[in-house]
């Protein structure tokens, strides 16, 4: 279907595919989402970073503490075991003498912690004899051993088992080893070089290191170890480790160390992996500090999963604090969206889609909130605003043209159609002019043009629900068409009258004219009522306003109607600045005339032979179907009486027209209920039709006050020619 206006095809407003309160919860959420997340990882990096930083110089310190703790407690043993030394060999009677044994006493009863002190050669304990030599000595703290209930046997195989480190010691090295292996207990041992006499010895110091451990103490994020020159293990958290005398030499901080050559007295600080039992690689930081004490290493690791736990806790925390704000966001942004967005906007919708349909006055255009203040109020407003535009455009051209336009239905292409057109005129309607022109002076043009809107609305609406278009008026004349707007196309008609096709396509065509002609009648009936009905009200109205000094009134009116079925040419007429959708052509011409006809034949309403023939075998009683007509059409039935005055139309021959009486089966209360279902009709007028309705013509003469033609004088032929040239 053309349309000039756009969209060709008429289709309804589809559904909504991304709703706008998806798109803002989808938009606003992705602006949470995106804003929190970035804040949460940026959190996350710089926070880590602190936390990494902190952490490292947190072990670094841990491992310079430890590293100065330790250093100072061999020192300090070292140191008070050379002061007894000293002492017992500047004592009278050597060694062995009473004053030395209480020396050593009162040396064991402040340290507790030594297990012994030897003083060895190179081939010293042991040497193949398990004995000691003339230049070595022991002293034994044989508390130590009662209280940690181990055999002091154990020292002498461990020193047995020493004695390489025994001559190295000697050669000027000091070494510290772990004792802890043989003792059960975490042991070790210092072994000092030691020169007595002019000879190379060592001294080995043998002493419990769970007081440096003490010392130390626990942390559950920074492990301390401590090892040797030939990296066995010494001090470890891990007791354990050190009793069965571990070696790290393949511990990645230890292997860092040596590889990086980094044997500096100074503390150090490198990354390092290491993997667990079970292959998973985990990353540390290892500082260690080298002692000035035969050569022992202090390490502090911390692994970086440990430091990082509470940033990763963090982290997931603000994750699924994110979450949560996320899916608040689109509840909260989906409720206000559906309740102060969604809502108004489908009604905007509705309304739209309704005035598509040509439903201009949808109370869903009421119910349109436009107290708002935001952009939905000015919307609802305008909403409201282009229906009262549509309105007055409606009624400014066709109401069902305007329809047709909003449903994008018209054909707006000249074409050929066929329809019923109707026109009505008012009796002696110049005399009436001139009666309100002497009543109301300057006042007579709005007078007259209140009592033309009361009549013309009254007969509009029968044309309206009757399925009519109004065409145009005429000063006091009415012209409307039905079928104009009907999309029936006459495309059949080219096709072979062999073509079953065409066949339905032409019974289809013809109950669309016979519906419209059945239409026309059935409005231009209900109007012989709505005309009665409007004659009293007159009265009444001018009856009501005599005693005033301005007394009002409107006049009592005769119309009479005109009804013709035809093919017509219909289109758009007229120019770009004023054009309106009509119909012309001779069967046009021919309704004017027979609207024209009808006070010659003494009726109100004619219609012609070609109506007539449309509709006479289904509604009207004749000669051709018996005086009878089917159950199913009774309701409809048409009462008529042709006119005895034949006249000659051109094309067409000889016509008669023929005066509409009634239509019995009307039901009149039914028909205006479709505009008003409050609607309830005036008894006296209800004998205008229906079953209370005339039967004869001279009946209908007699209720409207028409003369009785004289048909012998009865001309219609010169009656057409109303302007004659003067000779």
């Known amino acids: 279907m053309k349309n000039t206006f756009g969209n060709t095809t008429g289709v309804p407003l589809g559904k909504v595919k991304f709703p706008i309160g998806v798109k803002l919860a989808v938009i606003i959420g992705t602006v949470v989402l995106v804003s929190l997340g970035t804040v949460t990882v940026l959190n996350s990096y710089f926070i880590g970073k602190d936390v990494q930083i902190t952490a490292e110089e947190n072990n670094l310190s841990v491992n310079s503490r430890a590293a100065d703790t330790v250093e100072d407690k061999l020192t300090t043993i070292r140191s008070n075991v050379f002061q007894l030394l000293d002492l017992i060999n500047v004592m009278s009677g050597g060694r062995s003498s009473a004053v030395s044994k209480q020396a050593e006493a009162f040396f064991f009863e402040r340290n507790q912690d030594i297990a012994s002190v030897h003083i060895l050669s190179a081939g010293g304990y042991g040497g193949g004899s398990g004995r000691l030599t003339g230049s070595d000595a022991e002293i034994v703290n044989a508390r130590f051993f009662i209280s940690n209930e181990t055999d002091n046997g154990v020292l002498r195989s461990f020193l047995a088992a020493s004695s390489d480190a025994v001559r190295r010691s000697c050669s000027g090295e000091t070494i510290a080893l772990n004792a802890s292996p ?6 070790m041992s210092l072994l000092f070089p030691w020169k007595e006499n002019g000879r190379d010895q060592t001294c080995v110091i043998t002493f419990s290191i769970e007081g440096i451990s003490d010392i130390l103490g626990s942390d559950s994020v920074n492990t301390t170890f401590m090892i040797n020159d030939s990296d066995e293990l010494l001090l470890h958290p891990e007791t354990d480790r050190v009793l069965i005398g571990e070696s790290f030499k393949n511990h990645p901080l230890v292997m860092e160390m040596r590889q990086g050559n980094h044997n500096r007295d100074d503390s150090m600080q490198v990354p390092f992996v290491m993997e667990d039992g079970s292959g998973k690689k985990s990353h540390y930081y290892g500082a260690y500090q080298k002692l000035s004490v035969a050569d022992i290493v202090m390490a502090t690791v911390v692994p970086l999963d ?6 990763r806790t963090t982290r997931r925390n603000n994750i699924y604090l994110t979450g949560i704000v996320f899916f608040l966001s689109i509840i909260i942004i989906l409720i206000f969206s559906r309740f102060a967005i969604s809502v108004h906007i489908r009604k905007l919708t509705a309304a739209a889609h309704e005035i598509q349909k040509g439903n201009f006055d949808t109370p869903i255009i009421d119910s349109l909130n436009v107290k708002r203040g935001d952009e939905i109020g000015v919307l609802n407003r305008s909403t409201q605003d282009e229906r009262e535009f549509l309105n007055t455009f409606a009624k400014f051209t066709n109401r069902g043209v305007a329809k047709a336009i909003a449903r994008k239905e018209i054909d707006f292409d000249p074409h050929l159609k066929d329809v019923t057109i109707f026109f009505s005129d008012i009796r002696g309607f110049t005399a009436i002019s001139d009666g309100f022109k002497n009543r109301f002076q300057n006042d007579s043009p ?22 009519g278009n109004v065409d145009k008026f005429e000063g006091d004349a009415i012209m409307a068409v039905w079928g104009l707007l009907r999309d029936d196309s006459l495309d059949f008609e080219k096709l072979p009258e062999t073509d079953e096709q065409r066949a339905s396509l032409s019974e289809k065509h013809l109950q669309h004219v016979k519906k419209d002609a059945l239409d026309a009648i059935r409005g231009t009936v209900a109007m012989r009522y709505a005309l009665m009905k409007y004659n009293k009200d007159a009265e009444a109205f001018t009856a009501a306003h005599a005693g005033e000094e301005r007394a009002l009134y409107k006049p009592h009116i005769r119309i009479g109607c005109g009804i013709n079925s035809g093919r017509a040419t219909c ?23 027979t609207e024209s006809s009808n006070k010659l034949c003494g009726t109100d309403i004619l219609i012609t032979e070609d109506t007539y023939n449309i509709l006479r075998d289904d509604f009207i009683k004749n000669k051709s179907n018996n005086f009878s007509i089917k159950d199913e059409n009774k309701e409809n039935e048409i009462v008529v009486e042709m006119i005895p005055v034949e006249f000659e139309v051109k094309g067409k021959g000889v016509q008669h027209f023929y005066g509409v009486v009634n239509m019995p089966g009307f039901d009149l209360e039914k028909f205006f209920a479709q505009g008003d279902a409050e609607f309830v009709p005036d008894g006296e007028c209800l004998k205008a039709c229906g079953s209370d309705g005339p039967k004869t013509l001279d009946e209908v003469r007699t209720m409207l006050g028409i003369p009785v033609p004289e048909y012998a004088k009865v001309n219609l032929n010169e009656e057409e020619n109303k302007i004659q040239v003067k000779q």
């Not at 043989?182 to 042991?187: A, D, E, L």
């Open 571 to 593: 289109g758009i007429m007229g120019s770009e600045d004023k054009m309106e959708y009509t119909a012309i052509g001779d069967a046009v011409n021919f309704a004017s005339r």
């Open 306 to 311: 440990s430091v990082l736990e509470g940033v």
């Open 446 to 467: 709005r007078e007259i043009i209140g009592f033309l809107n009361d009549y013309m609305s009254r007969m509009v609406n029968c044309i309206t629900l009757s399925n």
């Open 182 to 187: 043989f003792f059960g207990i975490p042991v």
